[in-house]
């Protein structure tokens, strides 16, 4: 038995109105690591669905619609505090369903989740409000402001990659500006969720401020609730197609969306840029959470004069990352979500090399040893002389994979880089900085990077354009999407 071998099987139900409840059906909860039954989850048939919109209509309309600013505030630090006390089952929880490294579990999803709930609690609290004096003519005047108002019952629904971070990225703006919310967290990430609901109950949240409902997409848990006529607007986090689907299942009933989809995200490297460094945030970028980030880099555009050496020294991180079980020594990299994952990216692992790819590292599924050989693993995979042509550099991949592809000159990286139906994160790497500058602006994405990746300020404005994307999260880009504005306007 090992550090990540489970001692019994967790029961994981949904959470309506303060309570747990038993799902009409069960499903399995496989551990990408090696296979392992860890969770059976309930799953929400259209009855609890249905309990949960209704629980949360009555808080809005009820006690917590009462509440101001200010005790929200309060309430979102009572649950980052919580999380903090819980952390390291909230570690275990994260673990269990995704098998990432202990050490990001605990850098990454964890510490993010409570530092989302603190920093919305500050935003709340320093928020303004709009106002303008109108000069109406003759010596009169008009004074405008305007109000904001909860949009009422948000439906939160979001994938498995970073379950609690992004999931709490997007509570606890809500509960913040006051509404109330049904949570769908992905079918292959149920855990934190669920251990959330406790934290947000001991924290004094009333019932019925926060459900969970688990289940599937279609035919489940998320399309009862995008197609529930209860629920006044829908974020959402995953693949652009899903984005699409959840837009039709909302239209007739016009329900804002807030939606953050998939990317195709390129990094430019120039030739004057510092090897060492670069090697070090690009690899980050590649293979983080083994490549299951939305942001994460999948094409490289390299100058030409530092093509040989960059991808040399990205092969040779590749080869060296570690995988192995989130607790032991020395891992860096854990597997993907699920086999039925894997299958996808090892059909574009294949496909590369039809079009043409030379792998420099990877390239398959690694050999780790019986004891994991029912995982979902897979190698850190390098690859040269693909282009933008070829559907592995134009389609999201979602693991970890690098296409490196030379470029000559600034406007043909730029090109290059903006060649692409996805706009959400860009890296540029470089020593000059007015270039830094001028192509990071240029980039076609909602978030630019010069000389890092993923390095976020709550704060700012984030989300993407095209295909990855409809809207801004992030500090007073939240507030704009889980409020209306009411503007009044005094005629003095
Ligand atoms: N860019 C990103 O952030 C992400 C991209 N992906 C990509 O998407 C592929 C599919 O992964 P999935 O987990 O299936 O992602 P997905 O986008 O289908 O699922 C995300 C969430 O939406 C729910 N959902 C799916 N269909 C729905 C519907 N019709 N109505 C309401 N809710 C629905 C799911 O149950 C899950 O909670 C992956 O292979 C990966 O390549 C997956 C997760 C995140
Ligand atoms: O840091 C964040 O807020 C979000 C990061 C990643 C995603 O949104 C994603 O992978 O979908």
Sequence with gaps: MTDDSPTEIVQLRNFVDGSFVDGADTFDKISPV?????????????????AAVRAARRAFDGRWGLTTDRDRAALLRRIADGIE?????????????????????????????????????????????????????????????????????????????????????????????????VVKPSEETPSTATLLAEVIAEAGA???????????????????????PGIDGVTFTGESSTGATIMKEVAPRVVPVSFELGGKNAAVVFDDSPLERTLDGLTRSLFLNTGQVCLCTERVYVQRGLFDELAAGIAERAKGLRLGRPHASGTTTGPLISQKHR???????????????????????????????????????????LDNSCRTVREEVFGPVAALIPFDTEEEAIGLANDTEYGLAASVWTSDLSRAHRVAQAMDVGLSWVNTWYLRDLRAPFGGTGRSGIGREGGKHSLHFYTETTNVCVAL
């Design 206 to 228: 009333p019932s019925g401020v926060y459900n969970v409902v688990h289940g599937f997409g279609p035919g489940s848990a998320g399309e009862f609730l995008t197609w529930h």
């Design 343 to 385: 299958a996808k990216v090892m059909s574009y692992l294949d496909l590369a090399v039809q079009e043409g790819a030379e792998v420099l590292a990877g390239g398959g599924i690694p050999e780790l040893g019986e004891d994991l050989a029912g995982g979902a693993w897979i190698e850190p995979t390098v690859w040269t002389g």
């Design 34 to 50: 090696d296979g392992a039954r860890v969770a059976v989850v309930h799953e929400a048939g259209q009855e609890t669905v249905d």
């Design 85 to 181: 006390a819980r952390f390291e089952e909230f570690v275990d929880a994260e673990i269990r369903d995704t098998g990432k490294p202990v050490a990001l579990a605990r850098e990454l999803d964890v510490a993010r989740a409570a530092a989302n709930f603190r920093s919305f609690a500050d935003t709340i609290s320093s928020a303004g409000l709009d106002s303008y004096l109108t000069d109406t003519g003759g010596g009169r005047s008009a004074l405008n402001y305007a109000v904001r108002k909860p949009l009422g019952v948000v439906a939160v629904i979001v994938p498995w990659n970073l379950p609690l971070l992004l999931l709490t990225w997007k509570v606890a703006p809500a509960l913040a500006c006051g509404n109330a919310v």
